[in-house]
């Protein structure tokens, strides 16, 4: 655990990172399980999957990639974990690139790239009627960050390499964004993944509110898990 380090992550590392998540969720219930149902045959078409996400989100000035770092046998640094934390709110919009700005292309640039490259190299291992449950299942349980949630540090993703995992790299991951979030005196959230209440409850989060699957006809009102959980900084106690 000495050798873990934490650092912003580069483009280029990014079919690494996707890689990680994709062993990270492989048996998930959602990512897994219901989005990949053929991902034993098409192992490569997951780490697809995860790849153009992050190529879309890596532009998007509100969100912070995070990898946790270590040395392989001939001490060549090897990306083990990362965690995608996202400032929402008005505190999220002050740190959007300004809209002359070149670089504010990037990211709407980058989704038509990949939707055009999702046509060319379709998703194998997915089950097409699935692979966009995620975003269908968004406008259904979003309005639950407003009001005094409505400026949070928003744990997006965390994955942590099946051979790293029990190792507290994730918890290392998780304390970056709580750290982030008590210094601005807004709270933290995440949406946990199917068994991962307590890791989430332990790492800090004090408060499960709400839920991905509420919301009429969420597509994910069926799926295990997805509980939501929350950290409040001191200065509101």
Avoid at 29 to 52: A, K, M, S
Avoid at 104 to 129: E, G, Y
Avoid at 186 to 208: M, N
């Amino acid at each position: 655990m000495s050798n873990i380090q934490l650092r912003d992550a580069r483009y280029s590392e990014l079919p690494r990172i996707a890689h990680v998540l994709a062993q990270a969720f492989w048996e998930d219930n959602l990512f897994g399980q219901l989005i990949h149902p053929h991902r034993n045959e098409f192992p490569d078409d997951v780490d697809l999957y995860w790849l153009r996400r992050a190529r879309v989100n890596f532009w998007d000035n509100r969100r912070r990639w995070l990898v946790a770092t270590d040395k392989d046998k001939n001490g060549e640094e090897l990306i083990v974990g990362v965690a995608q934390w996202e400032r929402l709110g008005e505190g999220g919009k002050k740190l959007e690139r300004w809209y002359l700005d070149p670089r504010k292309i990037s990211k709407p640039l980058s989704s038509v790239a990949m939707k055009v490259h999702a046509l060319v190299w379709p998703n194998r291992a997915s089950d097409p009627v699935e692979e966009d449950i995620i975003e269908r299942s968004y406008p259904h349980f979003d309005n639950i960050w407003t009001g005094k949630r409505a400026e949070s540090w928003y744990l997006e993703a965390l994955a942590v390499h099946p051979e790293y995992q029990g190792r507290n790299i994730g918890r290392k991951l998780v304390q970056w964004g709580l750290e982030r979030a008590e210094e601005e005196g807004v709270c933290a959230s995440v949406v946990s993944a199917f068994g991962k209440d307590e890791f989430y409850t332990k790492c800090g989060f004090d408060e499960q509110y709400g839920s991905a699957r509420q919301g009429d006809g969420n597509p994910l009102a069926d799926i295990d898990g997805a509980n939501i959980f929350w950290k409040w900084p001191k200065s509101s106690s």
